[in-house]
C-alpha cells in the first residue's frame, strides 16, 4: 500500500518531469477519451506510438511499466477472454454453446487488450513523474473552475495532502498494533474468513482511535499556527503552465484530431 | 522587567470535571526561561492552551505582551506566541519538511518569494536545511522538532512555549532540542515558557515555577526550588540527576553543605573535593 502511494515516484529530470502536474492530469484524462475513439488498426497503432514516445520521454524504463500492468493482469485476461468468447460476427473458428471464436471477435480481443494497456501506460506515467503532493496541487489547479459554484476546492486539496502525509504514519501504527496483538497470540493469518475478521478488529480500534487523536491534536496544532480557513492563504509551491505543457498538449491535440480523421465511421 | 504574560484570577474546569484553576495568578518576566513543573494532571498543558488561546478561560484574564487573549485579539496573540507540542508526529502538517516550514507563513498570507527565504534562512537556523524535500515519516523525532521549531523561528514571535515538547524524545535528543532553543532565545532575545516534568530541563531555566493540582507551589530561581527536595517529593517530583548525586555521595560518607547544586557548580564542588583529599 505504501508502495502503491509513495514508492511509485521516480525523481528524475526529464521533459514530463518537468511539466506541470494539473498539465499532466488533464492531458492524461484526454489521453483516455481518445482512446475511447480508437476503432481500427491505424488509430490503435498511432496512439501506441505516442505512448511509446511518452514513456521515452519519461527517461523510466520499461520494467516499472510492467509493473503497474502486474496487478491487474486477471482482469485484463478476464474482459479480454469476455470479449473473444461472446463477440459474434466474422469468420468462426470454433463454436461451443453460447462461445464462439471468430476473427473479428479476435480482432476485437486484440483490441482490448491494447486498450487496457494504453490506459495503464499513461496512468503510470502520471504517477511515475509526479509526487502525490504535486498530483494534489494539480487536483486544485483541475478543479478550480468549481468554486464558482462555492464547492470548497482548497479544503479539499488540503485535506488531501494532509491524508496523503498521514499514510505512512498510520501505516506504521498498524504494524505496531499487529505486533502488539501477535505477541497476544491473536492468529491474523489463518482460520476461516470469520475468524479472520473477527481478529482484525482488535487491530481496527486501536487504528481508529490513534487516527482520531491524530486529528485532535493536529487541530490545535494547526490552530496554533495561525490557521483559520483553507481559502485565506498564500501557496508555497505553485506550479506554473510552462512551454514544455504547451508543446505536448499541441502534440497531444492533433493527434487526437488525426484519430478522428481515420476511425472507421 | 517587564512581565510578558500576566495572569490574573483565572479559573477553569473542563465540562464535567473538577474545578482544575481556582484562583490562579502568576507572571512571566520577559526574556526569560520559565519552566512550568508539575504532575501529569498538574494542569500545566491546560495553562498552555489558555495562553494562546486555544481553549476558552471561565473567567480571570491573562494578558500577554498587553494584549487581553480574547477572541478579538486571538490572531494577534498567536504572531506572538510559537508553540512546540508534545508529539513530533501531530504538528507536522507539511508533506515535506519545507511544505511545513511554510504552513504558518501561508496561514499569514505571506508572498511566495519572501516564504522562500524565510524558509531557508528557518531550516538553516536549526540545522535541518539539506533535509528540506523529506517526508515526515523519514525523520527522527528529535528532526521533527526541529522542523517544528523552524516553524516558528520562521514567525519570529516574541515568546516561545514548549508543551512537554522534549518528553518523547531520548535523552540526548532531548538535550539537542533544549541548546536549541536556548541558542534562539538568546539570538532573538525572546521568552521561553517550558512545560515539563523532566526536572533537569527545569533545573536550566532562570525561574521554575511548581504546580501541583491546579495551583502554584513554588515559584523561585531553580537553586531555591530545589533546595528543599522533599517537598519536591511530597508532590510527586523526583530530585534533579545534581541532587541526587549529592544524596548518593552523602550516603558514602561524603556530606555535602548543599542540597542541589547546578551542573557548573556541582563540578567545581567535586574538583574542590579531589584536589583537598
Do not use: C
Not at chain 1, 468462426?92 to 491494447?114: A, E, K
Not at chain 2, 555521595?249 to 584536589?275: E, F, M, T
Request: a neutral charge.
Amino acid at each position: 500500500m505504501s508502495n502503491f502511494l509513495f514508492g511509485r515516484y521516480l525523481p528524475g529530470n526529464s521533459w514530463i518531469h518537468q511539466m506541470s502536474p494539473q498539465s499532466k492530469l488533464m492531458l492524461s484524462f484526454y489521453f483516455v477519451i481518445i482512446i475511447f475513439f480508437a476503432n481500427n488498426i491505424w488509430t490503435y497503432g498511432t496512439l501506441s506510438v505516442l505512448i511509446l514516445f511518452v514513456v521515452l520521454m519519461s527517461g523510466v524504463s520499461i520494467g516499472y511499466f510492467l509493473k503497474g500492468i502486474r496487478p491487474l493482469i486477471w482482469l485484463i485476461i478476464f474482459t479480454v477472454l469476455l470479449q473473444i468468447l461472446f463477440s459474434s460476427g466474422g469468420h468462426v473458428y470454433w463454436h461451443f454453446g453460447p462461445f464462439s471464436v471468430s476473427d473479428t471477435s479476435l480482432i476485437n480481443g486484440g483490441y482490448i487488450f491494447v486498450r487496457f494497456l494504453l490506459i495503464i501506460m499513461i496512468s503510470t506515467v502520471l504517477t511515475l513523474t509526479t509526487t502525490s503532493l504535486a498530483i494534489a496541487d494539480g487536483v486544485q489547479t483541475v478543479l478550480k473552475p468549481l468554486k464558482k459554484v462555492h464547492f470548497p476546492v482548497d479544503t479539499l486539496a488540503l485535506m488531501l495532502s494532509i491524508a496523503l502525509r498521514f499514510v505512512p504514519t498510520l501505516m506504521d501504527e498498524m504494524e505496531t498494533i499487529l505486533n502488539a496483538q501477535r505477541s497476544r497470540g491473536v492468529d491474523f493469518g489463518s482460520g476461516s474468513l470469520r475468524h479472520r475478521i473477527q481478529a482484525a478488529v482488535p487491530l481496527l480500534v486501536p487504528l481508529f482511535t490513534g487516527a482520531i487523536n491524530h486529528a485532535e491534536n493536529l487541530s490545535t496544532a494547526m490552530e496554533a499556527r495561525g490557521f483559520t480557513d483553507s481559502e485565506h492563504r498564500s501557496k508555497y509551491r505553485v506550479y506554473r503552465w510552462q512551454k514544455k505543457d504547451t508543446i505536448s498538449w499541441i502534440i497531444f491535440l492533433f493527434v487526437g484530431i488525426l484519430i478522428l480523421f481515420i476511425r472507421n465511421n | 522587567m517587564k512581565d510578558i504574560i500576566q495572569i490574573k484570577n483565572i479559573s477553569f474546569n473542563y465540562p464535567d470535571q473538577p474545578i482544575l484553576f481556582n484562583n490562579l495568578s502568576m507572571n512571566v518576566h520577559e526574556g526569560e526561561w520559565t519552566a512550568i513543573i508539575g504532575q501529569n494532571g498538574s494542569g500545566k498543558s491546560t495553562l498552555a492552551r489558555l495562553i494562546d488561546g486555544l481553549i476558552v478561560l471561565k473567567s480571570g484574564q491573562i494578558v500577554v505582551d498587553d494584549l487581553v487573549v480574547n477572541d478579538d485579539n486571538i490572531f494577534d496573540i498567536r504572531n506572538k506566541i510559537g508553540m512546540v507540542f508534545q508529539n513530533p508526529e501531530d504538528q507536522f502538517v507539511g508533506a515535506t519538511v519545507e511544505d511545513d516550514v511554510a504552513f504558518g507563513l501561508e496561514n499569514r498570507q505571506v508572498p511566495r518569494e519572501q516564504m522562500h527565504e524565510i524558509v531557508e534562512k528557518s531550516l538553516k537556523q536549526v540545522g535541518m536545511w539539506e533535509f528540506r524535500d523529506r517526508i515526515p515519516a523519514n525523520l527522527s523525532g528529535g528532526q521533527k522538532q526541529r522542523v517544528a521549531i523552524a516553524g516558528i523561528v520562521a514567525l519570529s514571535p516574541k515568546i516561545i512555549i514548549l508543551d512537554e515538547a522534549t518528553s518523547m524524545l531520548d535523552p540526548r535528543g532531548r538535550q539537542d532540542i533544549l541548546d536549541l532553543v536556548y541558542k534562539i532565545k538568546q539570538d532573538n532575545h525572546l521568552t521561553v515558557i517550558s512545560i515539563t516534568h523532566d526536572i533537569d530541563e527545569a533545573a536550566g531555566a532562570d525561574r521554575v515555577i511548581v504546580v501541583n493540582k491546579g495551583s502554584i507551589v513554588e515559584e523561585d530561581k531553580p537553586d531555591n526550588i530545589f533546595g528543599d527536595i522533599s517537598k519536591l517529593k511530597s508532590i510527586g517530583l523526583s530530585a534533579p540527576f545534581t541532587s541526587q548525586l549529592i544524596m548518593a555521595l552523602k550516603k558514602r560518607g561524603i556530606d555535602s553543605p548543599y542540597q542541589y547544586l547546578n551542573d557548573k557548580r556541582l563540578i567545581a564542588w567535586i574538583k574542590k573535593l579531589v584536589s583537598t583529599k
